[in-house]
């Protein structure tokens, strides 16, 4: 309790990374088929805004989303924004989100990190993280989209490859976006330190 910052309207509007890569990605690039045809720059509603982080979405139910997909635990406005400056100011986390501006609700997420390395002369690897869509906006394509344009950003950003986790069951909706499972190279093994809070 105690003193709490205050942000001005141009803070709060504050991206994650600049928004204009997502308006020149080529969709026609991805294996996925969408029907209706829909992108990052035209997502088939007037109301729907496929954009970076804001620091603003904390009060537009960012992370009561990303508890659909796992435990967030209680994050207080002050830790999500400090965890929100050390992203920007580190460098290669590409937040991106959905938001229904009807109801300024967050409705999909995922996440692009992007791995420096030196190998492949100095490369640099895409990690797609964190894809959730709302329970009620599911089937309709959403998830889809945003992971499709985290796929096509880590390309314009120059990664060589672009890798995920995933349950079972969702290997199918990952293979029709161009994931592949790679015979001898697909198991995902983890170490675990304490359970996550
Ligand atoms: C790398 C990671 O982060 S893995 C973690 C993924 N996230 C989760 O599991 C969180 C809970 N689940 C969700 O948020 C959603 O179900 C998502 C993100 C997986 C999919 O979102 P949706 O908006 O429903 O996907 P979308 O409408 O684009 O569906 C695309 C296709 O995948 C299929 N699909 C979607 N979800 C699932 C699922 N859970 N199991 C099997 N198939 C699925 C759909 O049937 C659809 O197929 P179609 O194109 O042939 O009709």
């Not at 109301?47 to 992370?63: A, C, H, I, T």
């Not at 400056?85 to 937040?95: D, F, I, L, R």
């Amino acid at each position: 309790m105690g003193m709490e910052k205050h942000y001005r309207d141009e803070e709060l509007s504050e991206y994650l990374y600049p928004p204009e890569i997502l308006q020149k990605l080529d969709f026609t690039k991805s294996p996925a088929t969408f029907k209706p045809k829909i992108s990052a720059a035209s997502p088939g509603e007037d109301w729907m805004v496929v954009r970076p982080l804001q620091r603003s979405d904390y009060d537009k139910g960012f992370l009561q989303l990303l508890s659909q997909l796992t435990s967030t635990g209680n994050i207080s406005k002050k830790q999500f924004d400090e965890r929100f400056t050390q992203m920007k100011m580190s460098g290669g986390y590409y937040v991106t989100v959905i938001e229904d501006k009807r109801l300024a609700k967050i409705i999909g997420a995922a996440t692009l990190t992007v791995e420096q390395k030196f190998i492949h002369n100095c490369s640099l690897r895409g990690r797609l993280e964190d894809v959730v869509v709302n329970d009620t906006y599911r089937g309709k394509q959403l998830g889809k989209l945003i992971v499709v344009t985290v796929s096509l950003l880590a390309h314009e950003l120059g990664c060589y490859k672009m890798s995920l986790d995933c349950k079972d069951k969702l290997i199918k909706f990952y293979e029709s976006l161009g994931y592949k499972l790679e015979a001898g190279n697909s198991n995902a093994m983890n170490m675990r330190f304490e359970e996550p809070s």
